[in-house]
C-alpha cells in the first residue's frame, strides 16, 4: 500500500553498476539478494585490491552517483592467514537526491515517487570489501576528497583499528583521549577485555559452584 | 580585532550531551570551530565481541539512552541479516509500534530539550509530560522505563499486553491533539522565530555528501526515507508518506528542522493508529513469549566468513550496524560488530554550519541537529 | 591614613580588631554561651544546607534523562528543594550518573574541586557505582569512587525517578549524622550509605 522502492528496479540498476565496474582491473562484483525479516533487498557486493581502489571510488562518484558514505569498518584477521589480515569494508548509499528547485521565488520541495525512480537515482546499497596483507602498519588510501562523509569515518577507523590512511588530512584520535600512546589501538585482536580471563565470572557469578578449601580431603 | 578559542566546555547546560566545542571568535562572530568528542567512549564495539548475540541487545539500548528501541532494533535486524531468520509478520507490526512510540518519545525529549536553550522553558515541562506517556505504554510492552531490551533474534519477546490496544489509541489521539498546543506555543513565541529562522543553513545535496540523513535532511526539501528506499519491516503496508519541508531558500534552517520534527511526531502516531488496525492476529489477541506468531526460530551460532547489515531509520538519521561472524564460543558470538551512528557524522556538519553566526545561535544550531552524544561516543 | 574613598579610618587598624574579637570570644567562651550559639547556629546551618541542595546541571548519560524526568511535572524533585544549578561554583551536591571514562577523569576532579565546601557526591546508576555493564571496557572507569569520594549510591539501570528522590532523601537524613563539616574532618560515621541496604 505504501509506497516503496520495488526490488527488481533495484536489482535492474544494481546489475547495471556491476557490468561497468567489472571492466576495471582487480575488481570482482556481484549482486546479493537477502532475505531478511519480510522483505527482500538487493546488494552490490563489491571485492577489490587496494592499488584499484582510488579509481573504483572515483567511478562510483562521477559516474554512477553513490554520493553517500555510510560507514568505514576496520577488522583484525590474525588468523585468517597473511593475505587477508586486515579487512576493511565500506558502505555506501545511493540516495539520488537533488537540491529542490526554486521556482518563482519559493523552493519546491522534491517529493519523488519511489516507485517511479529511474536510472541514477534509483536508491541502491553497496558493499566494498579491501583485503591488505599482514604488515604492522596497514595504510589504504584514503577517499576523504571525494566523499566528505568519509572523513571521520576515517579518523574513526585509525583511532580504534590502527589502518592507516594514506593522504588524509588531520589526522587524529576522535574517541580516545589524545593524550593515548601512539600505536594503541584497541580494536586489534592481541588487545584483551579487562577481567578477560576470569572465567569463573561467567560460568558462576554468584559463586554456587564453589566449594570449601579442603573439600575431597580425608579427615 | 583579536581571535580566541573559547571553549564550550564538557559540562555545558546547553550542549545535550558531554562533548566539548572549541569555538573560535572573533568578537561575537564565530570564525571556526573544533569538536572534541570522546567523553564517554565505553567501548562498546570492542565489549561485543565477547558477549553473545541476545547479551549484546542491552548494549545498544543504551547507546542512544533517549531512544533506546530504534537502536535495539536496529542491531536486532543486522543480526536476522547475518543468520539468515525468518521473522513472523505479527512480531514485525509489534516491532513497528514499539519503534515509532520510542521516535516520538525521542523527539519530545528533543523538543523538551531545545526549547531551553532558545529560552521558552514551558516547553521542557510540557514535552517531558507527553514522555512520561508514552514511556508508561513503553513500560507496558518492554518492562522498564528506559531501555526496554524488547526484541529478541527472531521476533520480539512478549506480545502486547492485554488492554494496550485501548490505551495506545486513547493516549496517541490525545497526543496528537496536543502536538497543536506545541504548535501554538513556538509559531506565536516571536522570540523563537527570530532565533531559530535565518540560522544554520543546510543544502541537501551539501548534506548528503557530508553524510547526514534522517529529519535533517528531509528539512532540506528532499523526501528520502530509509524506510521507504530500502524498505525493511511493514513500512510497505502502511499508507504513509515521509514528512518533508519547504526550506528556505538559502537552505534549511533551525525552523525547518524544527517542523519536521513535528510532523514526524504526527506521521508516528498515525502510523502506530493504523498498524494497531491491521496488526495479523488482532490487537486483542495475546500469545505467550515464544509463540511461533512472535518469534521465529534461529539459528545461534554465525559461521566464519558471514557477515550481516543492515540501514535503519533511527530518530536522528540513519543508522547502521555491520556484524562479521565466527567469534569465540564457534560462532555464538561476533567477531566484530561495527555501529555506525548518524550523530557522530553530524556533528562537524553542524560544527560547520555555526561558522559565520554569533556565539548566541550556537545552542540553537546545536540543538536544532538533535545530538545525543551517547551514540556518537559508543 | 590615606584618602581613598574606600577606606573605613575607624577600623584601619587591624590589631585593634583581633584584639576585640579575642577578648569577645574569651568572654563568651567562659559564659558557656559560645556552646549554646554554637549547637543553634550549626543545626540552623545544617537545616539550611539539607533542605536547599543544589545539583550540578551535569548529565553524563542515560540516567541524566531520569534526572531530568525527576525533574519534570510527574515526579517534581524541585518541590524537595531540588533545583540544579549550572555553575559549579553553586553547587552543593555533584550528581553522577554515567560511566566516567579516562578522559572525563580529569574534568570531573577538577569539577569536583571547583564545588565549595561542604559539599556531597551521589553516585547514580550502575556506571557510576562499579562500571556497569562496561566494567570491561578498556575506557571505563570502575565507579567514580576511584577518583572523587561518594556519600550515596543508587543503584539501578537507570534507577526510577523515585529512587533518586529517595537518594536525596538518604542524602538529608546522613547530613543529619554527619554534620555540615568538611570532608577531611567527617567522622566514622559517615560512611557511604547505599539505597536498599535496610
Not at chain 1, 588530512?169 to 593524550?179: A, D, F
Not at chain 2, 517531558?128 to 526496554?148: A, F, I, K, V, W
Not at chain 2, 527570530?194 to 551539501?206: A, F, L, N
Not at chain 3, 537518594?167 to 538529608?172: H, N, P, Q, V
Amino acid at each position: 500500500m505504501g509506497k516503496v522502492v520495488s526490488s527488481s528496479a533495484q536489482r535492474e540498476s544494481a546489475q547495471e553498476l556491476i557490468n561497468d565496474i567489472d571492466s576495471i582491473k582487480g575488481v570482482e562484483a556481484e549482486v546479493v539478494e537477502r532475505t531478511n525479516g519480510t522483505k527482500t533487498r538487493n546488494i552490490v557486493r563489491i571485492i577489490c585490491k587496494p592499488e584499484n581502489w582510488r579509481k573504483l571510488a572515483k567511478r562510483l562518484k562521477k559516474k554512477h552517483k553513490i554520493d553517500y558514505c555510510s560507514m568505514i569498518t576496520g577488522i583484525h584477521w590474525p588468523e585468517a592467514g597473511p593475505e587477508k589480515n586486515w579487512e576493511l569494508v565500506y558502505h555506501f548509499l545511493r540516495t539520488g537526491i537533488n537540491d529542490p528547485p526554486v521556482i518563482q521565488g519559493m523552493v519546491e520541495p522534491i517529493i519523488s515517487d519511489p516507485t517511479k525512480v529511474q536510472g541514477n537515482k534509483i536508491p541502491l546499497e553497496i558493499e566494498v570489501k579491501i583485503y591488505l596483507s599482514e604488515t604492522r602498519e596497514p595504510t589504504i588510501d584514503s577517499v576523504q576528497d571525494i566523499w566528505i562523509g568519509a572523513d571521520w569515518n576515517e579518523k574513526e577507523t585509525w583511532d580504534l583499528v590502527g589502518i592507516g590512511f594514506a593522504g588524509h588530512i588531520g589526522m587524529r584520535r576522535v574517541l580516545q583521549p589524545h593524550e593515548t600512546p601512539l600505536g594503541f589501538h584497541p580494536l586489534q585482536k592481541q588487545h584483551k577485555l579487562r577481567y578477560h580471563d576470569f572465567e569463573e565470572m561467567y560460568d558462576d557469578a554468584q559463586g554456587f559452584q564453589r566449594k570449601p578449601q579442603d573439600t575431597g580431603k580425608i579427615k | 580585532m583579536a581571535e580566541m578559542w573559547i571553549s564550550m566546555g564538557p559540562q555545558h547546560p546547553m550542549t545535550h550531551g558531554l562533548w566539548t566545542l572549541k569555538v573560535k571568535v572573533d568578537g561575537e562572530t564565530v570564525v571556526d570551530t573544533e569538536p572534541d568528542l570522546g567523553y564517554i567512549h565505553r567501548g562498546v564495539e570492542k565489549i561485543c565481541e565477547s558477549r553473545d548475540f541476545t547479551q549484546i541487545t542491552t548494549y545498544c539500548d543504551r547507546l542512544c539512552y533517549a531512544s533506546a528501541n530504534t537502536w535495539s532494533h536496529s542491531y536486532i535486524y543486522a543480526v536476522e541479516d547475518l543468520l539468515e531468520v525468518e521473522v513472523p509478520e505479527r512480531a514485525e507490526y509489534i516491532r513497528l509500534i514499539a519503534v515509532e512510540l520510542q521516535r516520538i518519545a525521542s523527539h519530545l525529549m528533543w523538543l523538551g530539550a531545545y526549547a531551553p536553550d532558545i529560552g521558552n522553558l514551558t516547553i521542557m515541562v510540557w514535552g517531558l509530560r507527553e514522555r512520561e506517556m508514552m514511556m508508561d505504554l513503553l513500560q507496558e510492552l518492554g518492562g522498564s522505563r528506559m531501555h526496554y531490551n524488547f526484541p529478541r533474534v527472531g521476533g520480539v519477546k512478549r506480545d502486547l499486553p492485554h488492554g494496550f490496544a485501548q490505551r495506545a489509541r486513547a493516549k496517541v489521539s490525545l497526543f496528537l491533539n496536543r502536538i497543536q498546543e506545541y504548535e501554538a506555543l513556538y509559531d506565536e513565541s516571536t522570540i523563537f522565530l527570530i532565533r531559530t529562522q535565518g540560522v544554520g543553513y543546510s543544502k541537501p545535496e551539501e548534506m548528503v555528501n557530508h553524510g547526514v540523513s534522517g529529519p535533517n535532511l528531509r528539512a532540506g526539501g528532499v523526501n528520502y526515507d530509509v524506510r521507504q528506499a530500502h524498505p525493511y519491516s511493514v513500512y510497505h503496508e502502511l499508507d504513509w508518506e515521509p514528512p518533508v519541508e519547504r526550506p528556505s531558500i538559502k537552505g534549511a534552517d533551525c525552523y525547518d528542522r524544527y517542523r519536521v520534527r513535528i510532523e514526524e511526531m504526527r506521521t508516528s502516531a498515525n502510523l502506530i493508529l493504523e498498524a494497531l488496525d491491521r496488526i495479523p492476529g488482532g490487537a486483542d489477541t495475546y500469545h505467550e513469549p515464544g509463540d511461533p506468531m512472535i518469534l521465529g526460530k534461529s539459528p545461534s551460532r554465525a559461521p566464519e566468513g558471514t557477515s550481516g547489515f543492515h540501514h535503519f531509520e533511527d530518530s536522528r538519521g540513519e543508522s547502521m550496524f555491520y556484524i562479521a561472524g565466527g567469534g569465540e564460543g564457534r560462532g555464538k558470538q561476533p567477531y566484530r560488530v561495527s555501529i555506525r551512528s548518524p550523530i557522530f557524522i553530524t556533528i562537524p556538519y553542524a560544527a560547520k554550519c555555526m561558522i559565520g553566526h554569533k556565539v548566541a545561535d550556537i545552542p540553537a544550531i546545536m540543538g536544532s541537529f538533535d545530538p545525543c552524544i551517547g551514540e556518537t561516543d559508543r | 591614613m590615606v584618602d581613598d574613598g574606600q577606606n573605613y579610618s575607624v577600623f584601619n587598624s587591624r590589631m585593634l580588631v583581633d584584639t576585640v574579637g579575642n577578648i569577645t570570644d574569651e568572654a563568651l567562651k567562659a559564659t558557656k554561651i559560645k556552646d549554646v550559639i554554637g549547637v543553634l547556629v550549626g543545626r540552623i546551618f545544617n537545616w539550611s544546607q539539607r533542605k536547599s541542595l543544589f545539583p550540578l546541571h551535569l548529565g553524563i548519560k542515560c540516567c541524566a534523562l531520569e534526572m531530568a524526568a525527576a525533574g519534570a511535572s510527574r515526579f517534581d524533585a524541585e518541590r524537595f528543594a531540588v533545583f540544579f544549578r549550572s555553575s559549579p561554583r553553586q553547587c552543593d551536591v555533584l550528581l553522577v550518573n554515567g560511566p566516567i571514562t579516562k578522559k572525563f577523569a580529569d574534568p570531573i576532579v577538577r569539577l569536583w574541586e571547583q564545588m565549595p565546601e561542604p559539599k556531597w557526591c551521589i553516585a547514580m546508576g550502575e556506571c557510576a557505582i562499579s562500571g556497569g555493564p562496561y566494567f570491561q571496557s578498556y575506557n571505563v572507569l570502575e565507579g567514580v569512587d576511584t577518583v572523587i569520594p561518594v556519600d550515596v549510591y543508587i543503584p539501578g539501570c537507570p534507577p526510577r525517578p523515585e529512587a533518586l528522590i529517595d537518594g536525596f532523601d538518604k542524602l538529608r537524613q546522613k547530613i543529619i549524622r554527619i554534620g555540615t563539616l568538611p570532608n577531611d574532618s567527617r567522622p566514622e560515621a559517615a560512611k557511604p550509605i547505599i539505597i536498599g541496604d535496610d
